[in-house]
């Protein structure tokens, strides 16, 4: 507690031609956002860029660079002169030759007029071409020509630009503009830089600036804390006309700084009736994602808090891009990824914030460490700049472009897959979804024989952190046939298939208990069978979970009729598999066992904890005092399905509880005892335990938290297992 999917099917046992007959979906699209993942061709830099805006047809790109090479360029080769400022053509991201200027200092920000016909320039720079510029100047996009007569003098760094109508708003570090006090905030007009009376007061620097498309509110976001005398901290509205504090509501979305946690607003994206912001924290677990307000109220809609300062957002084609370095999105359960599984650029739903189906990656470089600092749009396409130095695996340093052109990513190869042959003419094929890096949503096929006859067609999401299993039974097969399996998967337009499969003689006779369970692909099984004095359990599954026994007597009479010894758990004892496992969303947890104990406590579950007791627990089986059998998961609540009372009888008992995202069921003796919706499982990283853990505030909360009883073949599933599943494993016994 304190705790991918499949579009039609999870796990299934059908025969090959029902399920290829019912189950054949439309060809999923191969692009599932806006943009491709794979990279269009454009030029890089030599060092970070900064500053970003698209206009009449050209990239103008800032930063620290000074010069520029073609794409595929390793760096020192190649390289034509420019000094921290550029542009390139929208379509083939080649350097525009004819815009060619000297800066005698950094670019910082970079905003284009609404008509495109101007680019105004923020940054650390005095001299533009030799002539005076103090920090700020603008281009003629037409001609590429340095306007010559729009020149305020800004006292120190400018850092962030936003142009609405006639007026540039500015944000920085500065103190005067054309020498007259504005700190850090200040407005001039585009068509001669006079000086506007828009004079916010902010107490420290301005990172970011954008005003909202109906033009009632200029959002301003930094290291403030006061905004005009006020409390104001890192974001404020403010009226457009005479810089006043307007009330925004949403910024409660950013904390306020504590020791070990500072989170400072970096980025602005206003669009439509919406505003959306970038945070960046310091401190471990310091808000660090994105967030979005209604701009009329002023109202929160969602904040998302994936771990990893966010420097980068724009909107494109109803998704907003980020650029982060996003570490941790584990909070989001089945729709985030764990601590470690990062993503230097990702995309969100606009509505909800989670995350699309985008997934592209740069590295970092100096001098931030950080990779991607900046983006912008066209229209159709994303720009991206910073200190990266690759993009997605391929060199391209500091600068990259994204279209919706050609197909998108095509998805992976999938692996080659072993089916067995476990039960009277019948093959089973268990294999896990790939990855494609701009859809989520992928149609796989099982094909039989070297003739590729089509024999199941399933359509499943996946996503880099998140792969699920599926698993196929081919029946009416001849014993003793000889046949091989292969799968197959496409976006809609990239089309792979696997290896084909060693080849597996049909069986003629149905297979002993462990094999069936061998048979469905488990990911643990601890048959608990060693002799006693073993320390240490063997995990049957081949993906050498093993643990360590602590308090368990084995050897003792087990569940099958084979013969198999189990474990006797005397209320204290327990196992645990030492395998760390991050946040499983879909699965299946299998045990047998045999009590006569009134005192209840947990046969298996997942918990945060490899040797002591959880604080983090759910995804657990447990017993009450009266004998009913509990399966448990966590989503914000204590999520249960219960048996009736009194399977502490002293006979062999079988249990099952499965779930996907949105739905669990629980199986006691091969008969369903409930189905429940649920949301994702509570996110975090644990490990499966056997016998004991920690049962605090679970309903009907037994008095131990271990089991006084016998324990047998207990193993964990990558899916979840079918009813006719569940009903194999219990007769098999």
């Known amino acids: 507690m304190r705790g991918d999917v499949l579009k039609k099917v999870g796990i299934l046992a059908l025969g090959g031609a029902l399920v290829a007959a019912l189950l054949a979906p439309a060809p999923a699209q191969s692009i599932g956002a806006s943009l491709s993942a794979l990279t269009s061709s454009a030029w890089q830099t030599n060092a970070s860029v900064q500053g970003l805006a698209v206009a009449n047809g050209k990239a103008y790109v800032g930063g620290r660079f000074t010069t520029v090479r073609p794409p595929g360029a390793a760096a020192g080769t190649s390289e034509q002169a420019r000094t921290y400022l550029a542009a ?138 006061t905004v005009n005398g006020t409390p104001r901290w890192s974001v404020a509205s403010l009226d457009p006309v005479d810089g006043s504090l307007q009330a925004f509501p949403a910024a409660s979305a950013v904390p306020d700084p504590v020791p070990g946690c500072t989170s400072r607003v970096k980025d602005i994206e206003t669009s439509g009736d919406r505003v959306y912001f970038a945070n960046a924290g310091d401190g471990g ?78 590295n970092t470089g100096a001098p931030t460490q950080v990779g991607p600092l900046v983006s912008a749009t066209g229209g159709s396409d994303l720009w991206v700049g910073g200190d990266f130095t690759t993009v997605n695996g391929a060199t391209q340093q500091g600068l990259v472009r994204f279209t919706n052109t050609g197909p998108g990513a095509a998805p ?34 099982v094909l039989r024989s070297f003739s590729n006859t089509v024999v199941a067609t399933y359509t499943a999401d996946s996503r880099f952190w998140s792969r699920p299993w599926l698993s196929f039974t081919d029946t009416g097969l001849a014993p003793g046939s000889s046949q091989v399996y292969r799968i197959e998967v496409t976006d809609g337009n990239s ?30 099984y601890w048959r608990l069978g060693e002799p006693n004095g073993t320390a240490t359990a063997t995990d049957s599954s081949g993906q050498n979970n093993t643990g360590p026994y602590s308090g368990v007597s084995l050897g003792v009479t087990g569940a099958l009729t084979s013969g198999n010894t189990a474990g006797d758990f005397t209320g204290n004892g327990r196992m645990i598999g030492q395998t760390a496992i991050s946040q499983p969303q879909t699965f299946s947890v299998e045990a047998w066992y ?140």
């Open 412 to 445: 992976a190869k999938p692996a080659k897959v072993v089916p067995v042959s476990y039960q009277a003419g019948q093959v089973k094929v268990n294999f896990q979804t790939v990855v494609d890096n701009d859809d989520i949503t992928l149609t796989y096929r």
């Open 495 to 524: 089309t792979l298939r696997g290896d084909y499969s060693l080849p597996v003689t049909v069986a003629a006779a149905d297979a002993p208990y462990d094999q069936q369970v061998l048979a469905d692909g488990p990911t643990a």
């Open 88 to 225: 390139f053509n929208q379509s083939t991201g080649a350097l525009d030759t004819g815009f060619d200027h000297v800066l005698n200092g950094m670019v910082w920000a970079i905003a284009a007029s609404a008509d495109g016909a101007r680019v105004f320039v923020g940054g650390d720079f005095t001299k533009v071409d030799g002539q005076t510029r103090n920090r700020i100047a603008a281009f003629d996009t037409a001609t590429g020509a340095l306007v010559s007569n729009w020149k305020p003098s800004v006292s120190y760094r400018v850092k962030a630009l936003a142009v609405a109508g006639s007026t540039v708003y500015l944000g920085g570090s500065f103190g005067l503009v054309n020498n007259i006090a504005r700190p850090r905030l200040a407005a001039v007009t585009t068509s001669t830089a006079a000086l506007l009376p828009w004079a916010p007061q902010p107490d420290n620097d301005v990172y970011a600036i954008d005003v909202a498309d109906d033009g009632t509110r200029v959002f301003a976001g930094g290291n403030f804390s």
């Open 285 to 362: 677990g310091c808000f660090d994602g994105t967030w979005a307000a209604d701009v009329s109220s002023g109202s929160l809609l969602w904040k998302n808090n994936c771990l990893g300062a966010t420097e980068a957002i724009t909107v494109v084609n109803g998704w907003l891009y980020k650029g982060s370095h996003a570490h941790d999105c584990s909070y989001l359960g089945g729709n985030g990824f764990p601590q470690g599984a990062g993503r230097f650029l990702l995309t969100q739903n606009l509505d909800t914030g989670e995350l699309g189906p985008w997934f592209p990656n740069t």
């Open 594 to 733: 045999r009590t006569t104990s009134t005192q209840g406590g947990k046969l298996v579950g997942f918990g945060n904890s490899s040797n002591g007791t959880s604080s983090q627990y759910d995804r657990h089986v447990y017993l009450q005092n009266d004998g009913a059998v509990t399966f448990g998961i966590y989503d914000g609540s204590t999520r249960t399905i219960s048996s009736a009372p009194g399977t502490n009888d002293g006979t062999w008992h079988h249990v099952v509880g499965t779930f996907v995202p949105g739905s669990m069921k629980f199986y006691l003796d091969g008969v369903l005892q409930g189905t429940q919706s649920v949301n994702n499982a509570e996110g975090y990283t644990g490990y499966w335990r056997i016998g004991n853990d920690n049962l605090n505030a679970w309903p009907n909360q037994p008095a131990s938290s271990g089991l006084a009883g016998t324990i047998d073949e207990v193993a964990i599933y990558p899916a979840a297992l079918s009813a006719d599943q569940v009903q194999t494993h219990f007769d098999a016994r």
